[in-house]
């Protein structure tokens, strides 16, 4: 058989003209992904690394603490562990703790950290086991959490839903979710123009110890070194020098011998020449004199020199090894620097920070390692603190540093940052803001929603668009679509559904395997060899691992390890061929996603495989171990061919698709067919998804949350999608399959309102439930007094109840499932009036005074008490928390809106029979206007309206899958064979006149979601009402009953039109009008008709004036300014 | 002539109009391609040359007529010929809305341990169809919390779950695992007030449908409730309404313009419902025939094909009224049918009756 050249992949030229099959069923391998990897699992991994991993390197970096003042003093630690999350009972009494129980009760979901350690007692070397030093929050799901591994059965069992991801902490009884946060990667060489042009190279380094930022830049054809410690600019060559590299010849080889390069550099030598500066220590000298001053406390002085040397090799490119100051890596590492920067010039071959093989995203597990490290070290310099003051001082006792061990200070620092999202770490300058955000259970959706959400460090009040808009790299890995509008767009992002974020792993293995493979050893390189033209550098992990000559093979034998599984799948190798670089990456926090291997165009995974997989015998992993399936993350993308789908196969196709649809994220997989919308409609979806009611979880009324809203009924959709599916939405399902009749009703459908059908709303549609909750504590004071609940007051004459006591049960609690009106009690509390531990001598006898502090129920429309809970809280003091239900059917206002960014208020409810009405009866529960389709673009729900009918008739649903899903023509079929309409549109008649209507109506289900916002939480008026105390004008705001402002705009109207009258009476009558005494000798303000100023009260007269104005003059006075009014007769 | 205030263009096809044209207008729906033609009820006295369009008992009597096509004990469907569409509009809403009937109206919660929260709960026993017949009783005046025998029926459901003590070990079904762990409507009862006992011995009041699902419970929840029927309309709730639904279509006329014959005329039956169009050999030539146009549901499936849309016309009968009425079971179609005139009579007779008041004024 003949056998193609090396173009056609070796091939024969039957095997390239075989078809290739489609592989059926292959997005079952999805749920088999989502198993293993994906969606949350990488909080939690990321998590576990941490705690199981990464903790104990801490450790091992933080071991031992000696004392200044006894040298033989001494503690070592020798693990550390992480336990089960567990409550203290009572005084060294504990017992595993379930997170609902933390939710419910305030409390954090924390395990002990205990250490083992060795340290000195006396004399005696002591061993300690399993000390705690400290409680770690735990991440629901994570190794260390009650619920791994646990059945559904179980899970009920721990009031906790099975369905519900995980992946965040409870702090406080409050769910937290530490956002995946987006950076630049570190360690890699970015080449860049600045705004005027020039080029330069910048590094950001970073090690467990310091971070620092490296940048080479280009001033009059010269290269300079520039670093925040160093107070000017460094000529390069010096650095080399100061280096050790002393002769320009070997300078000028490392970075390159090829005539342009040498032209573009040689200016920087001739300035080296100039500042005479020869060898290694004048070098160092001029460095020195550069270097900014530090803080100098400890350690012994050093000289200029010195500090020199320990700059460069510990500050400038950190992350680049120095041992025993030998430079020669990173001499090399800059020489490459200064080559780029060079072949960059002209060129214009910069790189591209917005590229997202350039970006790494930080997890849970290493935001928390920071932090833990941070504290760790606090923790370890306090008791090198007690131990130094306390050693020296002769006591009774020997010096035991496990007393003065406090716990405390670990677990508030890890409480606080993750309740407060506050991250400020001294070591590195960091104190960012924002990190954590509370777990938002308004839908199912908005909670899973949250989990892959990425945010981004930039400012988001710069206006530029690059970091914003959508980077071809950004394919597979974020979704297109799901992205705030406003201020945020594009910078908060989500991952899409088969993206994985990796973990740090050992590089060990791979430096070694490089070698074996035929990698040169830089420090084995004379430097001239980097620039061969017949060799690649490689780079592990942004350092330089050397060089290698066949590039190709070493990348194919690296990729064939890889599928073999003798290295990690998700370490990632490709070539850069403008750098002529390979690139090796196994650090932690880069995007990859599965992909089926392709080899000699057939496709590795076979439908047998799938076949496999359905029947069970396979799992995710064995894809992986049997080299079917690989992951590949954005750098390796960028060099592998990957087919969409099996027909676009060619022959230097290497990688196939799994399944297309999984480039959107979970909020956009709901929306059935997504690639039949204007993109902007389906970014409104992801947003207002997240703001649909319906089931939050299994154990949704087991909570007692201070927001609730759920939907009496709800449905699943008609027209499913495999996300729906994969995700479980329709298990916990946000709305409701209506019956949709696009047409124009009545004028109260204009603008994208809706008209209801009031029977519907009568059988149920669209109501919810709102829950909200009331709060209280007892708490117990110093001076031994409490908090008491007092039962209901009598009225004296009826012997009942006071009408604001007329609830509570005895025991001054409310009942439950009694009706609370506005302003009636629902915990009868009352607090003792003193509460300070009374000065000594003057000891208060007898009972303590008790004032009234009841928790009262504040709301325009009345509630029901669903439950009642008394429990205790962390501190030990009584907790009561009332759990409020009110039961809203929808009404004109109420917010709905499809799967499509298609909201509406309702506008009308109109009763049955004055709907229109199909020819079998059916009337519509929604009428919805057809100008909402033109300009909107929402061909999707168009088709979800016709799915969703044949799906009705038919009796199953279909999918409306992006990419994919149940074809039109299928659909439309399937309706006219139940005989309807091929177009779904029907004959209809008005249910008002009676007679038909002239145009056919568009008319089938369509699943509507009902939004948060309804009009009872927002409707307020005001006539009278309470006044601010500084200024007596009207309060601002619903929640105060403020009043409705008359602002600038509008006053400058009024002005416009000249209602003087009006202006007035809005600006000062209605508002702040105040009698003010004025004395028209001294023109300033009196009292009671007397001037205080003149001594009399014979010019003084009253004028009204606004109140705001008075203590504007007051507040002048204070400032010592004196304002005078001066008071004239209007008709003088 | 006076046209009335329709559209010029109306007038000018109206003018230009032969006389058989205007038999169509006057009495038929023509379902177009793209819309509906000639909705409109025009044949009001003087809006046609050479027509008496003046009303007449004699001439609605002629032309008058109800049969009942098929009943039984929920549905029916009759067709109602010879009337306006206004007045057969008017009895599908009086049917949907203003018969009336008894609903739980007021619902006592003493004790509800169940997961389902006592106003869904509620809502939910509201809409279940009482066997009761309404006529027998009164509207409960506004603000009478108490209600009397002649305007209320009691009903009670109370019900508690336990554990089934002869279930097997290892089972998991909670059908065998408890006993009463799903509440039907047949578990409400029937708790008669005052002399109703008597009265109404032999009216079986309760449920119509005695599985409906009300709540699930599980061991130790208990439902406590004693609800209050009343009379009401549909117009105030959907409970009220008597009907599942009711409504109407018009008589659908095919008529086939040109012989359809062979491969065309096997298409033409598959556009239409089953029955509509049947294949007739006419010496060895198939040709469609219309045998029974009432079955067609007008999906105009054959506007699709270009080569025998002009083959055929599609349009309705104007004042043949297929009427379905779904009955919820409370009263029997006939029943509601004949009540609903009933309403409509009292409406008309109170219209006159403040017609004669006000001419006295």
């Not at chain 1, 562990?81 to 567990?86: I, R």
């Not at chain 1, 729906?724 to 298990?731: Q, R, S, V």
């Not at chain 1, 519907?760 to 909750?773: A, E, H, I």
């Not at chain 1, 007892?778 to 609830?807: C, E």
């Amino acid at each position: 058989m003949e056998i193609l050249g090396d173009e056609f992949g070796g091939m024969t030229p039957q095997q390239l003209a075989a078809p290739v099959n489609t592989i059926e069923e292959k997005w079952k391998l999805l749920p088999a992904f989502l198993k293993v990897k994906g969606l949350v699992k990488q909080h939690i991994d990321s998590f576990n690394y941490f705690i199981n991993v990464e903790i104990k390197k801490i450790m091992k970096a933080n071991e031992k603490i000696t004392s200044d003042a006894d040298p033989m003093w001494y503690l070592k630690y020798l693990n550390i562990y992480v336990g089960m999350p567990d409550v203290e009972e009572s005084f060294n009494v504990t017992r595993p703790v379930s997170p609902h129980e933390c939710r419910l009760r305030d409390m954090t979901y924390s395990a002990p950290i205990t250490v083992d350690m060795e340290y000195t007692r006396g004399s005696q070397r002591i061993i300690r086991n399993a000390l705690p030093i400290g409680r770690m929050p735990i991440m629901l799901r994570s190794s260390n959490c009650v619920l791994t591994g646990k059945t559904p059965m179980e899970y009920s069992k721990l009031n906790e839903c099975p369905l519900d991801p995980g992946g965040y902490f409870i702090v406080k009884g409050q769910e937290k979710v530490i956002l995946i946060q987006e950076q630049l990667s570190k360690n890699r060489i970015i080449v860049e123009q600045d705004r005027k042009g020039a080029v330069g190279a910048s590094v950001t380094s970073s090690t467990h110890e310091k971070k620092s930022r490296t940048n080479m830049i280009v001033k009059q054809g010269r290269f300079y070194l520039r670093h925040n410690t160093l107070s000017e600019d460094a000529p390069i060559a010096i650095i080399f020098k100061a280096m050790g590299v002393e002769s320009d010849q070997e300078i000028v080889q490392m970075i390159g011998t090829e005539e342009h390069v040498m032209a573009s550099f040689s200016p920087s030598l001739e300035e080296c020449q100039k500042a005479q500066i020869f060898t290694q220590i004048q070098a160092l000298k001029y460095i020195g004199n550069k270097v900014r001053r530090q803080r100098m406390w400890g350690g012994p002085k050093k000289t200029k020199m010195e500090e020199a040397r320990e700059l460069l090799a510990s500050l400038i490119l950190t992350h680049v090894p120095v041992k025993e100051f030998n430079f020669r890596a990173k001499c090399i590492y800059l020489a490459v620097m200064v080559r780029r920067v060079i072949l960059a010039q002209g060129e214009n071959k910069v790189d591209d920070r917005d590229y997202y093989g350039n970006k790494r995203l930080e997890l849970a597990g290493q935001l928390l390692s920071l932090l833990f490290e941070d504290l760790f070290k606090k923790f370890n310099s306090e008791l090198k603190k007690i131990s130094d003051q306390i050693i020296p001082k002769q006591r009774a006792a020997q010096f035991d540093i496990v007393k003065h061990m406090r716990q405390d200070q670990i677990t508030n620092g890890m409480v606080n940052a993750i309740s407060t999202g506050n991250w400020s770490l001294k070591r590195f300058k960091m104190d960012r803001q924002g990190v954590t955000q509370v777990l938002s259970r308004l839908s199912f959706i908005s909670a899973l929603g949250m989990m892959t959400r990425i945010s981004s460090q930039f400012e988001k009040t710069r206006k530029v668009s690059g970091p914003r808009s959508l980077q071809p790299s950004q394919w597979g890995m974020l979704c297109p679509s799901d992205t705030p509008e406003g201020e945020a767009c594009g910078l908060v992002k989500n991952l899409a559904l088969m993206t994985h974020i990796t973990t740090d792993m050992e590089d060990g293995p791979i430096v070694k395997l490089a070698f074996n493979l035929g990698v040169e050893d830089v420090n084995l390189l004379c430097g001239e060899e980097l620039s061969y033209p017949s060799v690649f550098l490689v780079f592990l992990n942004g350092n330089i691992l050397g060089v290698i000559r066949d590039h190709q093979r070493l990348v194919y034998t690296f990729r064939l390890m890889r599928r073999a599984g003798f290295i990690n799948e998700f370490v990632s190798i490709s070539t850069n061929l403008t750098d002529r670089c390979v690139y090796i990456s196994s650090d932690g926090g880069r995007l990859c996603r599965p992909y089926i291997i392709v080899k000699k165009g057939q496709p590795m995974v076979k439908n047998k495989h799938i076949e496999e997989l359905t029947q069970g015998y396979r799992t995710f992993e064995d894809f992986l171990h049997e080299s079917l399936v690989e992951y590949l993350d954005v750098n390796e993308e960028n060099d592998c061919q990957i087919a969409l789908y099996e027909h676009t196969i060619n022959k230097d196709t290497t990688h196939l698709e799994i399944e297309p649809f999984t480039l959107l994220g979970v909020c956009a997989g709901l929306i059935p067919y997504p690639h039949h919308n204007q993109s902007p409609r389906n970014t409104y979806q992801c947003a207002m998804g997240k703001q649909a009611m319906g089931t939050i979880g299994y154990n949704q009324r087991n909570r007692i949350d201070t927001l609730m809203y759920l939907l009496a009924y709800p449905q699943k959709p008609m027209v499913k999608t495999r996300t729906i599916e994969l995700i479980d939405f329709e298990k916990l399902p946000a709305g409701q399959n209506a019956t949709v009749a696009v047409m124009s009703y009545s004028g109260y459908d204009i603008e994208d309102a809706l008209v209801l059908n009031k029977a519907s709303l009568d059988r149920g549609f669209g109501r919810c439930l709102v829950y909200k909750n009331a709060k209280c504590t007892l708490r117990r004071y110093t001076n031994q007094t409490f908090d008491k609940v007092m039962g209901p007051m009598l009225d004296a004459a009826t012997r009942k109840p006071i009408w604001r006591h007329s609830i509570l049960d005895a025991d001054g609690i409310c009942s439950p499932g009694e009706k609370v009106e506005n302003k009636q009690v629902l915990v009868n509390k009352s607090m003792p009036t003193v509460t300070q531990t009374p000065l000594e001598g003057s000891a208060q006898p007898g009972q303590p005074q008790y004032r009234d502090v009841p928790v009262s129920y504040k709301g325009s429309t009345d509630s029901y008490i669903e439950k009642v809970m008394i429990s205790s809280n962390a501190d030990d003091a009584f907790l009561i928390k009332i759990l409020l239900r009110q039961t809203r059917r929808p009404e004109i206002g109420d917010k709905f809106s499809s799967r499509h960014g298609q909201k509406g208020v309702c506008g009308l409810i109109v009763p049955q029979e004055d709907m229109p009405f199909c020819d079998t009866g059916i009337c519509p529960d929604i009428i919805m206007n057809p100008h909402g389709y033109p300009s909107r673009m929402t061909v999707g729900k168009l088709i979800e309206l016709l799915a969703g009918k044949a799906g009705v008739l038919d009796g199953r649903f279909h999918y409306g899958t992006a990419f994919g899903g149940s074809k039109v023509k299928d659909v439309c079929e399937d309706l006219i064979r139940y005989g309807y309409n091929y177009q779904g549109k029907d004959y209809v008649t008005s249910g008002i006149t009676g007679e038909p209507l002239e145009a056919y109506i568009y008319f089938g289900p369509v699943y509507y979601q009902k939004l948060k916002h309804m009009v009872l939480d927002k409707m307020h008026a005001r006539a009278r009402g309470p006044r601010a105390v500084l200024t007596r004008q009207p309060t601002e705001g619903r929640s105060r009953d403020g009043g409705l402002r008359l602002g600038e705009m509008e006053r400058d109207c009024l002005i416009g039109y000249g209602a003087s009258m009006l202006l007035l009476e809005r600006l000062m009558i209605s508002s702040d009008a105040f009698e003010v005494d004025v004395c028209g000798q001294c023109g300033l303000l009196g009292y009671s008709g007397w001037c205080h100023y003149c001594k009399s009260s014979c010019h003084v007269s009253s004028l009204r004036i606004p109140y705001a104005c008075k203590l504007l003059f007051q507040e002048l006075q204070s400032m010592n300014i004196v304002p005078r009014l001066k008071l004239a007769r209007y008709n003088e | 002539i006076y046209c009335g205030a329709y559209d010029v263009k109306d007038n000018i096809a109206k003018m230009a109009a032969t006389m058989s044209n205007v038999d169509e207008i006057r009495n038929r729906v023509i379902l177009g391609e793209f819309n509906v033609k000639n909705v409109h009820t025009t044949d009001y006295p003087g809006n046609y040359p050479g027509y008496d369009d003046t009303w007449s008992l004699q001439k609605f009597q002629k032309n008058f007529r109800i049969d009942v096509v098929q009943m039984d004990e929920t549905c029916m469907e009759f067709d109602m010929v010879g009337i306006d569409a206004s007045i057969a509009n008017a009895f599908r809403r009086i049917l949907l809305a203003e018969v009336p009937t008894m609903a739980v109206e007021k619902v006592f919660i003493y004790n509800n341990t169940s997961i389902i929260q006592d106003e869904v709960l509620a809502q939910r026993l509201g809409l279940i169809p009482i066997k009761a017949d309404p006529r027998l009783f009164e509207y409960r005046n506004a603000g009478d919390e108490e209600g009397t025998e002649i305007d209320t029926i009691q009903l009670q459901l109370k019900i508690k779950c336990t554990r089934n003590h002869q279930a097997t070990k290892d089972s998991a079904d909670p059908q065998e695992l408890y006993l009463n762990h799903m509440v039907y409507s047949k578990d409400m009862t029937w708790v008669p007030i005052g002399n109703q006992a008597d009265v109404l011995a032999d009216a079986n009041i309760g449920p119509v449908h005695g599985d409906i699902l009300l709540a699930k419970l599980r061991p130790g929840q208990e439902l406590d409730i004693v609800m209050h029927c009343v009379k009401g309309i549909g117009q105030d709730h959907a409970k009220f309404s008597p009907v599942a639904t009711a409504s109407y279509r018009l008589l659908p006329e095919i008529t086939l313009m040109k012989t359809v014959e062979g491969e065309k005329a096997e298409r033409l039956k598959r556009c239409f419902s089953p029955g509509v169009i049947e294949l007739e050999n006419h010496g060895g030539k198939v040709v469609a025939k219309v045998m029974n146009s009432r079955l067609d549901t007008c999906s105009r499936e054959v506007l699709r094909h270009d080569d025998l849309k002009n083959a055929v016309k599609l349009a309705r009968v104007r004042d043949h009224f297929i009427f379905s009425v779904e009955s919820t079971g409370i009263l029997p179609p006939d029943v509601l049918v004949s009540e609903a005139i009933k309403v409509l009579m009292a409406k008309c007779q109170r219209f006159l009756s403040e017609l004669d008041s006000s001419e006295m004024e």
